[in-house]
């Protein structure tokens, strides 16, 4: 694979499934080299298998988030068509034009039909009226009062928050708003009576300042305030409503500044509020990061993801926890949709040399990537164990080098992921094929701190108050334990040329790392955190971390300066590379900043390169064109320190 393949990438998302369980509609995605976008279709195919695939939409825009009316005959989905906000568009399944429903500035999404069919609820942003001035230069200031104000990706929320809005589906009526205030409302699923509609909220006293999230439910019609269901002693996320109307299933983080921990899937009485936890036997968390989707009803049962030693596979649990849960859909792969309804199950997965495709069972529907893969090399990973210095043993992976021959020695590259409660794994990973289609060995692994294996391994870097040893710590010796075996192991790895690189906790990683070794020859930290004592305000979430650092700033400063890599910036002497995005809410830009600052000024071998426009979001779903050139910028560098020997 070669940078300019990003634009040849595909894949299925989003299934759902007919209500008579017969056809599945699902989205087809592409990424479009001349309007450097992300354009989708949506299509259909027969559950079964029969027929051939059926497009419903061009696939010229973004249409995306299908969803079958309760009858059947109809498709709600949103679209940017014609508008520089995604709308919410319904279209007859048996053919002819899709009506509008919206003319909204921001983004309509989460849709979900009314039982009865003749409504729709939806999610969407309320812009605060200095929006209507459209020159800056006159704009109002912005004026804060809570300290959840922005987000990375989405930008500005304290003057535009997210709520809930409902319209009729036959377009005869304007969108009616349902909730009101400076909370954040989303997540919205119907009663089957029609009569309520649940969703996700935090709306208690100084909520900005807590990461608590509560389920609500609201009449449909909004005449009433919305009811508190939950006790606000977690977060509440993605709720969807039994069948009967008696439950509410969701996913549950049974915590409060205490991270990380597992979500869980948990069912609520409506009546009673009794709440029911469904998954603790599983020690998995219960939400993969990226979140697909709420838990859904599958007769009395519910249906789930969970993350597991590198892969993403569908669980099935009974509602009243009379058994524990059972694997659905396993394997190798990870799974990125999944549907149930009228006695059909689906799934999308991906896996190391396969794009995602639909399946229902082992049935494949789609062949969306079979191109890509069939005109490319694609290294399929190799898995191997590392063993820690306190006999820990951690999963890691490694890919050759595209055109690998015996006898030839290879510069390595060990890649970090983020989090760093996430996971490497089974899925297909553009970075790591790209750089093994360059002639490098790739090597992953899921450190201590990781998602995808026991809660005591997420949490094994917590602190480095109250008794946890902090990042750089156990999570340290275990990537440099598995760059010791790849070594090792696979003696086709130059030992002499090797680096390392990651970004935002992986960022982190690579800062801490080249402070503490000069064994690598270059490096790359990427979107990174450098200096925590700056992030803990400048971040969207900075003071949040105070779950996994065990304090706040003002009650430890210390913690935070030795926990930062640029603490230890004196000691860097490997060749460094900082990539930023100047738009970064997550890590923001200063922290590559402050990093190259003092660099330069030691005079060590660092260059920074900032994208602009690019969230901390760059390497998944920033702009394709921004996408190939971090490639470039990537391989450049890695030619000029690592493969001709120009490092330190």
Known sequence: MQPEDVFELTGVSDPRVSPDGRTVAYVVWRIDKETNAYPSAIWTRAVDGTGEPRRLTSGEHRDIEPRWSPDGTRLAFGSDRGSKAVQLFVLPTDGGEAVRLTDRDEDVTQAAWS??????????????????????AKRKPRRFTRLRYKYDNIGWTGDRPQHLFTVAAD???EPKQLTHGDFEDGFPCWSPDGRRIAFTSARHDDWDISVVEDLYVIDADGSADPELLTSSDGACFMPSWSPDGRRIAFALYPAVMDDPKHWQIAVIDVATRERRVLTASLDRTCLP????REPIWDGDDLLFAIEDGGNTHLYRVPADGSTPPALEVGGVLIVTGYDAAGGSVVHTATQPTKLSELFAGPTRLTDVGDAFVRDRELIQPERFTAVSDDGTEVDAWILRPAGFQEGERYPAILTIHGGPFTQYGNKFFDEAQVYAGAGYAV????????SGYSEAWGRAIRGPVGGGPGWGSVDYQDLMAVMDEAVKRFDFIDPDRLAVMGGSYGGYMTSWIVGHTDRFRTAISERAVNQWVSMWGSSDIGWDFKGQIGEFLFENLDAYVKMSPHTYATDIHTPLLILHSENDLRCPIEQGEQLFTTLRLLKRQVEFVRFPAESHELTRSGHPVHRVMRFEVVLDWFERTLRKGDGA
């Open 171 to 173: 377009g005869s009526e």
């Open 289 to 292: 990061y990226p979140a697909l």
């Open 115 to 136: 039982p009865d069919g003749s409504r729709l609820v939806f999610a969407s942003r309320v812009r605060d009226g200095a929006y209507d001035e459209q020159d800056d």
């Open 443 to 450: 090597v992953y692994s899921n450190p201590r701190g990781s």
